[in-house]
């Protein structure tokens, strides 16, 4: 008897906790949405000239940095154009809203790169890749969202305008490696992944300041019984101009398995099974406490 109500009283007490945990996440306020103000007379401006065009229901969220929209969503607008039954037809229409919006977004088709195409059942996803010279923008891109029927369902735009640099480096690539493997200062075996030639937009004032950076990705190993085991991996950003490293972190939460194979952990992911054992360990003790 004592122990069916030691049982009861701890699945309770879970309830309980649970039932807490939920009221104060209820009661944490949202993320505040961005401001839908518009940034200046000129933008508010272009703003409704593309409603009177595309339909009055579109909803924008303002890049207060570019002073652009970053994000054109909740409404859709039928291009005249019939059904999207190819890439090459998606791509044209895509092509053809940026360029009728380069005002508004601050994008320049010139410097746009197709860089991907998809579609399923909900619609396209036709993705830009910004270039300045030729050289990848850090995070430059614009998305153009279209349904099957050829209408506009929405625009992602952070293209990075005003760019004006030397796309030059005066440090060389082997450099640029050397200078991230001692910024990286670990004292197990570093290997190269990947090294890149990018802009670098970083906010400045009210607008972007760009640097010319060498984007370095490295694997860091060590060994054990003679067999290399994999520890971490960086991104080391550094200046293609001065040498200077401008920033570094970690891109992975690892471990290594018996035989030196990366395990890579994601939070989220862990939540799931965590949920399911409580469940298990809670269904578990209710069937002990009704024998």
Not at 90 to 103: D, G, L, T, W, Y
Request: with cysteine; aromatic share 10%; net charge neutral.
């Amino acid at each position: 008897m004592m122990f069916k109500r030691t049982i009861g009283m701890l699945i309770i007490l879970m309830v309980v906790g649970v039932v807490i945990a939920q009221e104060n996440i209820t009661k944490t306020p949202p993320p505040e949405e961005p401001k839908k103000d518009c940034p200046s007379k000129e933008a508010c401006k272009l703003w409704e000239e593309f409603k009177e065009k595309y339909g009055s229901g579109w909803q924008v969220r303002w890049n207060k940095h570019t002073g652009t929209p970053e994000k054109i969503y909740g409404y859709h607008y039928d291009m005249g154009m019939g059904e999207v039954t190819s890439e090459s037809k998606a791509v044209s229409i895509a092509k053809e809203i940026i360029e009728n919006n380069e005002i508004l977004l601050k994008a320049v088709s010139s410097e746009l790169k197709l860089e991907r195409i998809q579609n399923d059942s909900s619609g396209w996803i036709i993705d830009y890749r910004q270039l300045y010279n030729s050289v990848p923008v850090y995070n430059g891109e614009v998305r153009v969202l279209l349904t099957n029927k050829g209408e506009l369902n929405g625009i992602l735009n952070n293209f990075y305008p005003n760019i004006s640099l030397s796309t030059t480096p005066t440090i060389s690539e082997s450099e640029a490696i050397e200078i991230a493997k001692s910024a990286v200062n670990v004292s197990t075996i570093t290997k190269l992944e990947n090294v890149s030639l990018t802009i670098l937009p970083q906010k400045g004032d009210g607008e972007f300041k760009y640097l010319l950076v060498w984007i370095v990705s490295l694997r860091s190993y060590s060994v054990i019984d003679g067999s290399e085991g994999f520890v971490d991996a960086y991104k080391v950003f550094v200046d293609a101009q001065s040498g200077e490293v401008i920033k570094k972190y970690s891109t992975v939460v690892s471990a290594t398995d018996d035989t030196g194979n990366m395990i890579r952990y994601n939070s989220k992911l862990l939540l799931a099974p965590a949920i399911l054992v409580f469940l298990l360990i809670i269904v578990y003790l209710w069937r002990r406490w009704r024998k």
